[in-house]
């Protein structure tokens, strides 16, 4: 009998053709580099208990057979020269409501949906034992820590499908290396405020449906709504320099850019056009004054899908245009981009 390491393991995940059906997952579909993959079952469990003529438990019904993973990923650009073709990473953000829209040699840009979502299959490989998941579909957090990797932190949900002893892939992991939260331009309604932490929640809402037909007792996971919103900790400054309390008291909106390059490179933009603060708490961060600050991220117009664009493309100039087309114009082709690709 041989115990399981818990490092020698991978994910491995595909979009389904049909929701809650299996994909085939191959060595192309296991490149995704993930941090502490936690994959449990939860089964539901039916308590018998009728009136007897003793107190002794009867043994319970094992019913609906959900699953949910959790784990983090490093944000990457693509490898120098292949800007526009699919990252490792792409499938889970697409599980998460996001569309894709590829420019081959120039960019990637990734926006979200509020129709045509897709789920997908993924399989947690543990030194030898696998256990597989079917329709799925979750929600991100992106989270930025000075001088560390952006990172994808994903909470996913779906159907149990089966578990095996089964060999890991052998995956050709990609060469591309992580966007770092260093020589970073961030502004917050134009202003350059020092901060240490920020993180994006993309704040969707999932449901798992039931269905009677189905072995798990379930059809798939759905997304039905979201909410994102973001939280960073800048230093407290001047009113005159940036008035947060006034933000604060407005309904007005304002923009945030956060933009970094890579090794290769690469420039990566998050825009989000319509921010503004919800809630302020005094902080301290070694001895220097703080605010924990909340905010919501609201449409930009009202075609909507548009309060959070992530370029991927060679320049930060490059980038920024290419997010303000894709806030308009260029809604309708992410979508049928999305389900080609």
């Known amino acids: 009998m041989s ?8 994910l491995a995940g595909k979009i389904e053709s049909v929701s809650g059906t299996a994909e085939t997952l191959a060595a192309a579909e296991a490149t995704i580099l993930a941090y502490e993959p936690i994959m449990d079952a ?20 094992p019913g609906a057979r ?13 490898i120098s020269g292949s800007r526009g073709t699919t990252l490792a990473i792409t499938p889970f953000l697409r599980m998460c409501g996001f569309s894709e829209t590829l420019d081959v040699g120039n960019s990637n840009i990734y926006a979200p949906l509020s129709s045509s979502f897709v789920t997908g299959s993924i399989a947690y490989y543990i030194d030898g034992f696998r256990k597989t998941m079917l329709g799925c579909a979750g929600n991100v957090k992106f989270q930025f820590k000075v001088g560390e990797p952006v990172m994808c932190d994903f909470t996913i949900q779906g159907k149990y499908s089966e578990h095996s002893d089964t060999a890991l892939l052998t995956p050709t992991y990609p060469a591309q290396v992580p966007f770092l939260f260093m020589g970073a331009t961030v502004t917050i ?25 189905d072995a798990s007792g379930i059809d ?28 604060l008291m407005s309904r007005d909106t304002f923009a945030v850019v956060i933009a970094m390059g890579d090794a290769n490179g690469n420039c990566i933009e998050f825009s989000l056009p319509a921010v503004r603060y919800t809630g302020l ?6 001895g220097l004054k703080v605010i924990n600050a909340t905010c919501e991220i609201c449409k930009n117009s009202d075609a909507g899908n548009d309060e959070l664009v992530i370029t991927m493309s060679s320049s930060s100039s490059s980038s920024s245009s290419l997010s303000s087309s894709s806030s308009s114009s260029s809604r309708s082709s992410s979508s049928s981009s999305s389900s080609s690709s």
Request: aromatic content about 8%; hydrophobic content about 35%; overall charge negative.
């Open 42 to 61: 939860d089964i539901g469990q039916f308590k018998r208990n009728p009136v007897v003529k003793h107190m002794s438990r009867f043994a319970s019904e």
């Open 281 to 286: 708490k005094d902080g301290d961060r070694s």
């Open 66 to 78: 959900r699953m949910s993973l959790t784990f983090k990923a490093e944000l990457m650009g693509p």
């Open 189 to 213: 309604d134009e202003d350059s405020l020092v901060l240490e932490n920020l993180e994006i929640d993309m704040g969707n809402d999932i449901v798992i449906s039931p269905k009677p037909q």
């Open 3 to 10: 115990s399981k390491i818990t490092k020698i393991a991978q």
């Open 220 to 247: 798939y996971a759905k997304i039905t709504g979201r909410n994102p919103t973001m939280t960073f900790d800048p230093e407290f400054v001047a009113k005159s320099d940036h008035d947060f309390y006034s933000k």
